[in-house]
């Protein structure tokens, strides 16, 4: 039923763990096929593939191709499927054991090209996660699922993932898969127009990802300085997808400048750290931090 593509990079050990949540999963995995594209990994991540594949009782194909970004990655997954669903996941997503049922099961009750189905990504528990971790999933930028827990369709754009998506391949052909000029949205990017041509985002929160990948401050940040420079490159492609911010009054327009002020982010950063402890007292200020980081697009 499903081609699982995961596209790779540099991350052996997550990747194994990734195939071997698969393996282990309730539904038949006989019936699928897993196509790893490694993006240019110097890691050895050819034989942990292999070592996998030789295992027995698994359609694992691997595809290399010199680091031109996840996109270009997918897109060589997508090519080489067979199968009548594609599954995209991370690298660094370990599926419940039903993940693959979950899919396949509302893709049966909902068999119309047009669907798409969202699933749920979350932190692993074997991962410590801190104040700055929980923050980013709820209340934070990162999927943000806590904004739409209590849908089972998902008619607001900028929700897509492809961390945990499975959708037809027909329906991927029509819009010619991944834009590969972009490292980042290019989920939000390709979800526009698979909506131009009438997909619905079903959300399915019980078919379950568990992201084991630590995040620290320090990284989130380096990756939200890079938004200036791809936000341009979205916005020349699809304006409607960055609308122009809304215009501030009052004390939150006084404010506005300061937060802006690479001084006083230093504090911010330093305190934040300080009060890591503090959950309640912590969050308010990681916003503050990332919109300036977002907005001015520096490194320190």
């Not at 620290?216 to 304006?239: D, F, H």
Request: a positive charge.
């Amino acid at each position: 039923m499903f081609s699982v593509i995961i596209p790779t990079y540099n991350r052996k050990e997550k990747l194994r763990k990734c195939l071997e949540a698969l393996l282990a999963q309730t539904y038949p995995i006989t019936e699928c096929e897993i196509i790893v594209v490694d993006d240019g990994s110097q890691d050895d991540t050819r034989s942990v593939v292999e070592g996998i594949r030789e295992s027995g009782g698994i359609d694992l194909k691997y595809f290399y191709q010199d680091n031109r970004g996840p996109s270009a990655a997918r897109n060589v997954g997508v090519r080489n499927a067979t199968k009548e669903y594609l599954l995209f996941l991370g690298d660094d997503i370990i599926a419940a054991k039903d993940l693959l049922q979950q899919h396949a099961n509302w893709h049966r009750r909902n068999p119309k090209e047009e669907v798409a189905v969202l699933g749920y990504v979350t932190w692993s528990p074997e991962l410590e996660v801190d104040s700055f971790m929980r923050w980013l999933i709820n209340g934070g930028p990162q999927n943000m699922f806590y904004r739409i827990e209590d849908q089972l369709e998902v008619k607001e754009v900028g929700f897509m993932e492809s961390a945990n998506l499975s959708l037809k391949a027909s329906l991927l052909q029509k819009v010619r898969g991944f834009d590969e000029s972009l490292r980042l949205f290019e989920n939000l990017e390709l979800e526009s127009r698979l909506r131009d041509v009438g997909m619905r985002l079903l959300y399915n929160k019980n078919a379950v990802g568990f992201h084991y990948h630590k995040v620290t401050m320090e990284a989130a940040i380096e990756r939200w300085r890079q938004l200036k420079g791809e936000r341009a490159k979205l916005y020349q492609k699809r304006p409607e997808l960055i609308p122009p911010p809304e215009p501030r009054k009052g004390l939150k327009a006084l404010l506005r400048p300061l937060w802006r002020n690479r001084p006083v982010v230093a504090i911010l950063k330093r305190l934040a750290k300080i009060l890591e402890g503090n959950y309640r007292m912590a969050t308010l200020l990681y916003p503050r931090i990332f919109s300036y980081y977002a907005v001015k697009g520096e490194s320190r």
